[in-house]
T-cell receptor, first 113, second 109 residues
Framework: NAGVTQTPKFRVLKTGQSMTLLCAQD?????MYWYRQDPGMGLRLIHY???????AKGEVPDGYNVSRLKKQNFLLGLESAAPSQTSVYFC????????????FGQGTRLTVV | GIQVEQSPPDLILQEGANSTLRCNFS?????LQWFHQNPWGQLINLFY???GTKQNGRLSATTVATERYSLLYISSSQTTDSGVYFC???????????FGAGTTVTVRA
């Protein structure tokens, strides 16, 4: 039972480089989310998806893009990384009401220098 | 968007003590969940509780939806209860699961 898997776990980027974070879930969940966690600020929603082929902006979407071409995968892209994007990124998924308990990946620690 | 406020921000407990964490939210919700983030960063779902009361071992939670708050009770705390506790909410037809800033709990032996 893999649950929610994030790839990679750690990454160091130089300012201006691009990268893609992959979130994969094997629970057939409809809803998927990308969050960033910074000290003292809880988890802030970047983008989310309510099903295959759909994406929507969350609270802090600037500088990020997402895609959900397959139901089980939710990709988060940084086109031109900035030091302000140094953070821990979490992916989550759930199946919706009446069982909307969210499951999280283990996180990706990203440092932009 | 919806505002989620958690209190207290920090809590230090002696092993065996009881405690109550609070989550206030600014709008009607159809989804409220409590999570525990352990010291290694892993987030675990504790409760899905949009209303009513639930219990799971030493943990219990109560949500009073009409008054827009939820409480998480930790009884007979253990060192393994240390970590950050988050409340997350979602408004009907909104699909955004929004988190509070969390309560950091430290349980000392």
């Amino acid at each position: 039972n893999a649950g929610v898997t994030q790839t990679p776990k750690f990454r160091v980027l130089k300012t201006g480089q691009s990268m893609t974070l992959l979130c994969a879930q094997d629970m057939n969940h409809e809803y998927m989310y990308w969050y960033r966690q910074d000290p003292g600020m809880g988890l802030r929603l970047i983008h989310y998806s309510v099903g295959e082929g759909t994406t929507a902006k969350g609270e802090v979407p600037d500088g990020y893009n997402v895609s959900r071409l397959k139901k089980q995968n939710f990709l988060l892209g940084l086109e031109s990384a900035a030091p302000s994007q140094t953070s821990v990124y979490f992916c989550a998924s759930h199946t919706g009401v009446p069982y909307p308990e969210a499951f999280f990946g283990q996180g990706t620690r990203l440092t932009v220098v | 968007g919806i505002q989620v406020e958690q209190s207290p921000p920090d809590l230090i407990l002696q092993e065996g003590a009881n405690s109550t964490l609070r989550c206030n939210f600014s709008d009607s919700v159809n989804n409220l969940q409590w999570f525990h983030q352990n010291p290694w960063g892993q987030l675990i779902n504790l409760f899905y509780i949009p209303s009513g009361t639930k219990q799971n071992g030493r943990l219990s939670a109560t949500t009073v939806a009409t008054e827009r708050y939820s409480l998480l009770y930790i009884s007979s705390s253990q060192t393994t209860d240390s970590g950050v506790y988050f409340c997350a909410v979602e408004r009907p037809n909104d699909y955004k699961l929004s988190f509070g800033a969390g309560t950091t709990v430290t349980v000392r032996a």
